[in-house]
């Protein structure tokens, strides 16, 4: 069986670290893998070393083909080309099942379903833009195979479909072994309680929120509370320069990307997400698995993982979210009781755990051919 494979990018979002947890399986089913990666990053040595064949379109080739439509007006034929593409990949490679990650690759499943091949879906995302991403590839969903991150991401699909949508909770990506990077250098200053967030530093992670809260939380019971942000994005330069106007360098740091995340969370007291739209919130997996407690905004799916109303906070309560953490760090038990709250979450998402459930999904697709047409 020839396996088409097909992720949106080669990042070290949580998304693609599942593709990358699915390739194993991908792998067992088929006699040939191609993989397809619609931008080139990080992660693609990875990608070309599970593939018999690895496809990409060049980052600068890419990025000018999107300038140029955004220029001339033409973002509307976007799609459209893009659509284009994957049929002329589908056809070109004919495969006997097609593994789409995402719905930012949505149009590789409207690319099968033309050609009547098996295929399923793998959705991250949750509304709106799940459902932006699937109108705009123009895939008919109420046909349509898709696997969910979490049983919130589950209901939504369902609205869309009137599919039942199998779950599967995680992965959790193994830990420590990193890429290969430098050692990490810590950012923390002598006997100071620590808390860790992670993420893009965009608008929809929170990371304002984050910085209010600690530029709020300076200390407790006496200790000095230190506060350290893992990741990118298009808001870092602005955070780093509002953390030194504000006075708070000395205890807030953000530290860019970094090859590996989980010596930050294992270094810390407690790990605090300020995401307002989580399908799931992979990370808040990673921190319980070296040990560490999280408090969260209870967006999406997380209350999931993190089931005591302790380590929950209303979407965009500063306040709330300052009171929280405070609790937890001047608890050690309260952590301790959060962190074992999390554990039936941790334990459904074990690795081998999840490739077996998604081998028992993508065996009961790969092998049912549907009738050719649709998705246009």
């Not at 969370?265 to 319980?288: H, R």
């Amino acid at each position: 069986m020839r396996v088409l494979a097909v992720t949106h990018e080669a990042s070290r979002t949580g998304a693609v670290l599942a593709f990358l947890e699915a390739l194993p399986v991908l792998r067992d089913l088929a006699t040939e893998l191609v993989v397809v990666n619609k931008t080139p990053g990080p992660l693609s040595p990875r990608l070309q070393a599970a593939a018999d064949e690895l496809l990409e379109v060049p980052r600068p080739l890419l990025s000018q083909g999107r300038r140029i439509a955004r220029v001339r007006g033409l973002d509307r034929f976007v799609p459209r080309i893009e659509r284009a593409i994957a049929h002329s990949v589908v056809r070109a490679v004919r495969p006997d099942f097609v593994y789409a990650s995402t719905v930012l690759s949505s149009e590789y499943a409207t690319a099968a379903q033309q050609f009547g091949i098996p295929v399923c879906l793998h959705v991250h995302e949750a509304q709106p833009l799940s459902g932006w991403a699937l109108g705009r590839s123009r895939v008919d969903v109420t046909r349509l195979p898709m696997v969910a991150p979490s049983e919130f991401i589950a209901r939504e699909l369902h609205e869309l479909s009137g599919m039942p949508v199998p779950v599967l909770l995680g992965p959790l990506r193994p830990l420590g072994a990193g890429d290969g990077g430098p050692t990490v250098d810590l950012p923390w200053t002598g006997d100071r309680l620590r808390v860790v967030g992670c993420g893009s530093v965009a608008p929809w992670k929170g990371p304002a929120q984050w910085l209010a809260a600690a530029a709020e939380l300076a200390d407790v019971d006496g200790r000095t509370v230190e506060w350290a942000w893992v990741g990118s994005g298009d808001q870092l330069a602005a955070l780093r320069a509002e953390t030194q106007r504000r006075g708070l360098g000395d205890r807030v740091h953000w530290l860019g990307e970094q090859t590996e995340v989980a010596p930050f969370l294992a270094s810390a007291d407690l790990f605090a997400l300020t995401s307002a739209n989580e399908p799931l919130g992979l990370v808040l997996l990673e921190a319980a698995a070296v040990g560490v407690a999280s408090v969260a905004f209870e967006s999406g799916g997380v209350r999931e993982i993190l089931v005591d109303d302790r380590a929950l906070v209303p979407v965009g309560d500063v306040g709330q979210l300052v009171a929280r953490i405070g609790s937890a760090l001047r608890d050690t038990a309260l952590r301790a009781e959060l962190l074992a709250a999390s554990r039936p979450a941790l334990v459904a998402s074990e690795p081998a755990h999840w490739r077996g459930r998604l081998a028992r999904v993508l065996d009961g697709v790969a092998h049912v051919r549907p009738p050719a047409g649709g998705g246009a």
